[in-house]
């Protein structure tokens, strides 16, 4: 029995002043008189009109923990919701952050026993769609994921890197875009997000980078659109905790260099937004006018034009 739909709460839309978009980052400038931007390769510009925006899977990744991979995942979800489109995200984490801040609205009539979740996905034991669950956002649906998850990394019966893939093209739901959360390591778990997701996109924490993870990273991603996915391309990164700083301005210029395909957003540090999983709310809703709501919500409008009525 699914819930009272009129009780789910709307995702607002949101609009406040934009940060600067530029094609390059000016390095003769001082980093003390840097400010926030957001890169968008010239490229890429000209191409997102072009693609297609709905029936797409994207990955947010990255093997290094505190990244900013589920608050990206969260917050990239309520920006497309509030764009009008209908959107999933898949908990591919068995420490089940995402499913925590979301928390999935369970049928009354189904006992907790019965209650299904990613790990009955890869073991065959039930669809994608037997998996997904409302939340207490119009539109914006989950696939939990427990601890059970982690046995999937382990399990040598579970061995294919095309089973979410093949999983997702079986759904009958109608969903317009698909966000994979995936775990923090580049395991069985990471590999089939990559294999089946359209495109990727990498958070990365300013201020607590690993050099050696991201180059693992790299490699990871580069194999995967080698063997599995040809298709995969890297849409963004995300340079999550941004504060000022030359080593921040460093790390965006090595990112470009990494993936000079892709965006680059920058998301300002914000204490409060930090609050927000604990609210079990979106930061923009915790708090709407802060930087970091702002922020992803430019981003995702980057990466998207808002949902056009086929009907």
């Known amino acids: 029995m699914p819930p009272d739909l009129s009780v789910l709460t709307a995702l607002p839309v949101q609009r406040r002043e934009p940060l600067k978009v530029v094609s390059a980052w000016d390095l003769t400038i001082p980093y003390q008189e840097f400010r926030a931007q957001h890169l968008m390769p010239p490229a890429l510009a000209a191409q997102l009109p072009d693609r297609p925006t709905r029936h797409r899977t994207y990955i947010v990744v990255n093997q290094k923990g505190g990244a900013g991979k589920t608050t990206t995942t969260m917050e990239l979800a309520a920006v497309w919701t509030a764009m009008g489109y209908t959107v999933r995200v898949i908990d591919s984490d068995h420490q089940a952050s995402l499913s925590g801040w979301l928390q999935p609205l369970y049928p009354e009539d189904v006992a907790p026993k019965d209650r299904r979740e990613l790990t009955d996905v890869f073991y065959g034991r039930c669809s994608l769609d037997e998996?997904?669950?409302?939340?207490?956002?119009?539109?914006?649906?989950?696939?939990?994921?427990?601890?059970?998850?982690?046995?999937?990394?382990?399990?040598?019966?579970?061995?294919?890197?095309?089973?979410?893939?093949?999983?997702i093209a079986a759904s009958q739901a109608p969903i317009d875009i698909t966000i994979i959360d995936a775990p923090p390591a580049l395991g069985k778990l990471s590999v089939n997000g990559l294999t089946a997701a359209d495109e990727a996109l990498v958070p990365l924490k300013v201020g607590a980078l690993d050099e050696r993870g991201l180059g693992k990273l790299h490699r990871t991603i580069r194999a995967v659109q080698e063997e599995t996915n040809p298709g995969l391309v890297v849409r963004a990164t995300f340079l999550t905790a941004w504060k000022r700083s030359e080593y921040a301005r460093e790390v965006a210029e090595r990112v470009r260099a990494d993936y000079p395909e892709a965006a680059v957003f920058t998301i300002r540090e914000s204490v409060k937004a930090a609050e927000a999983p604990k609210h079990f709310e979106p930061v923009r809703l915790f708090e709407p006018t802060g930087t970091t709501a702002a922020d992803y919500d430019q981003a995702g409008r980057m990466l998207l034009h808002p949902k056009e009525d086929t009907a």
Do not use: C, F, I
């Open 131 to 167: 998996a997904t669950y409302y939340t207490r956002y119009q539109n914006l649906y989950v696939v939990p994921s427990t601890e059970e998850l982690a046995l999937v990394d382990l399990d040598p019966r579970v061995g294919k890197d095309t089973a979410l893939r093949k999983a």
